[in-house]
């Protein structure tokens, strides 16, 4: 099923942005207006002075290509590749000619998609969010917050196995000293059973791997962690915020409006390849302390002092 598209401004001369997304339109709302803002912020409106035609896959990955070829047969101004590195690789496969911007990218270096992060040297670049390379960080919040746990449990996308998010969680997880149970799922259908392995497996604790599927999907992952009553760190503070214990990592929202922002100056004329990819430089621990109580999980002070924010 195709989301209804946005009304094109009838001028011939109006700019169209395609914004395309592994995700489901519900669960990104939120990184929707972030994008909007910074678009805004470069001095293009929705509906004014720019369109934006919104295309969501739905979690159905397999669709991504079709989405992308349709885009660039529109013949859309720039397409924003949104949820993950497949909607990117799906864009890029699908034009060289058309401007990519990608959104919360882990390395897009090593995902074949720039050349380097200061000069991306083709048609794309973006926002990158150091979503695997914070795993280790992850595990060590972790490692404070519950102690006692000696096997920790990883959630991971089966969708993104091939871009070597469990080899990254099997390195942090030797560098914590930690016994690593790992667990693939690639459809909702799976969560259960998921949730039903790590805790047969007593795992004392959960790291969910960064996923736009799994964000799609958060309060059904935040309220099987907590049925199981499995300590569960994630990636964005909405996360922590909607009833998560624990969040660490880039600000999505800031990385939404940085790739409207980009949007913006390429419209304006700006080339793809002499905009460095943008690189977080701030990362937020959110820790929601009512979660924690329900936990049974006593929060050290040193990780209280140390947060961005705490949820009472």
Do not use: C
């Amino acid at each position: 099923m195709w989301w209804p598209l946005s009304a094109r401004a009838q001028q011939s001369t109006t700019p169209v942005v395609g914004f395309l997304s592994s995700a489901s339109p519900k669960a990104y709302e939120h990184f929707v207006a972030a994008f909007k803002a910074g678009l805004a912020e470069a001095g293009y409106v929705d509906g004014k002075n720019v369109s934006i035609d919104y295309l969501w896959a739905e979690d159905q990955y397999d669709r991504l290509p079709a989405l992308a070829a349709e885009l660039v047969r529109r013949q859309v101004s720039v397409i924003v590749a949104s949820g993950g590195p497949v909607p990117a690789r799906a864009a890029k496969a699908a034009t060289s000619t058309i401007p990519i911007v990608f959104t919360a990218l882990s390395d897009p270096v090593r995902l074949g998609l720039v050349a380097s992060f200061n000069k991306p040297g083709s048609n794309v670049t973006g926002v990158a969010a150091l979503t695997s390379e914070l795993d280790a960080k992850r595990l060590e919040i972790l490692r404070e917050l519950v102690p006692n746990a000696e096997t920790i449990g990883a959630l991971v996308d089966s969708n993104r196995q091939a871009e070597g998010q469990v080899e990254g969680i099997q390195a942090a997880g030797r560098t914590a000293g930690r016994q690593l149970v790992i667990v693939s799922v690639g459809n909702e259908n799976d969560f259960v059973g998921a949730f039903e392995t790590l805790h047969r497996r007593k795992v004392g604790a959960l790291v969910v791997g960064a996923s736009a599927f799994f964000t799609s999907r958060r309060d059904h992952l935040i309220e099987l962690a907590a049925r199981y009553s499995i300590p569960a760190i994630f990636q964005f503070r909405d996360f922590a915020t909607a009833g998560g214990l624990v969040s660490y990592g880039a600000n999505g929202a800031d990385a939404y409006r940085n790739a409207g922002l980009y949007t913006g100056k390429i419209l304006q004329g700006e080339k793809p390849a002499n905009l460095p990819v943008i690189q977080p430089t701030k990362f937020e621990l959110v820790i929601n302390l009512k979660t924690a109580k329900a936990l049974g999980v006593a929060v050290p002070r040193s990780l209280l002092v140390a947060a961005d924010e705490v949820i009472e």
